[in-house]
């Protein structure tokens, strides 16, 4: 059969994102987009631009970012994965690679994303083989009020408290479908789910959960916060190490 003008391949991605400047192309700085459209352009011998389901931040993690590409047909998905596990640097790996339609948007067309973030409370979670991978607090948290911390983030609120500022234009409601706090193998892991995510909201809820947990703050003021009751604000962000995008929902 003969193969199409071109296809449009999905690619499912893992990535460390410790010496990253985050995803989007930033001129002198090296970020996973502009890694990714070098590998696929020497692949295409031509300019090959990326689109990806989110952006994530310096540091952060993926193991399941998706982005998609428009590619000459006589790459098939099977061929553009090993050809670019071949070329990418090692801190890129590609999980998966499929056809969608040529009109299929990374980012337009998903419908949730899933991001954890896990918190180190052992001692060990400051092992070099751990530590670029979680915040290495080391120290205990109280799984209760952990639990009790996440119950009123889910459903559809205003995260304005939650967001880095200066980003009106993109508004401030999301629906949160999950978000609940469990055991790995250094401490605990927050799962979360939601239509969209505003810029840091992540690190801004774990870091005021965290503050919960130490008896810093609390409990109640989760549901302040989510009300944008004046006078109450968000602990400090929890660090990017411990942030992993591990999956869209299309």
């Not at 009109?103 to 067309?109: L, S």
């Amino acid at each position: 059969m003969e193969a199409p003008p071109e296809r449009r391949i999905r690619l499912t991605l893992h990535y460390d994102g410790s010496a990253f400047f985050g995803w989007q192309i930033q001129p002198g700085a090296r970020t996973v987009q502009a890694e990714l459209e070098a590998a696929l352009s020497r692949l295409a011998a031509r300019p090959v631009r990326v689109i990806a389901a989110g952006r994530t931040d310096r540091g952060v993690h993926a193991t399941g970012q998706v982005a998609s590409a428009l590619m000459p047909g006589k790459w098939a998905p099977a061929a553009v994965r090993r050809a670019l596990n071949a070329i990418l640097p090692r801190d890129i790996w590609v999980a998966a690679a499929d056809e969608v339609p040529l009109g299929f948007h990374a980012r337009y067309d998903a419908v949730a994303r899933v991001y954890e973030y896990r918190v180190g409370t052992a001692e060990h979670a400051r092992s070099p083989f751990l530590r670029p991978f979680c915040w290495a607090l080391a120290e205990p948290l109280d799984a209760e009020l952990l639990a009790r911390a996440a119950e009123p983030i889910v459903g559809n609120h205003s995260f304005r408290a939650f967001a880095k500022a200066g980003q009106p234009e993109r508004g401030e409601r999301c629906t949160v479908e999950l978000a609940r706090w469990r055991e790995w193998e250094a401490g605990f892991l927050l799962e979360i789910r939601a239509n969209r995510f505003l810029h840091h909201m992540v690190r801004y809820l774990v870091g005021t959960m965290v503050d919960v947990a130490r008896g810093r703050r609390p409990v109640d003021d989760m549901v302040r916060l989510l009300a944008n009751e004046p006078g109450v604000e968000t602990s400090p962000p929890a660090p990017p190490e411990g942030l992993f995008l591990t999956g869209v929902v299309y």
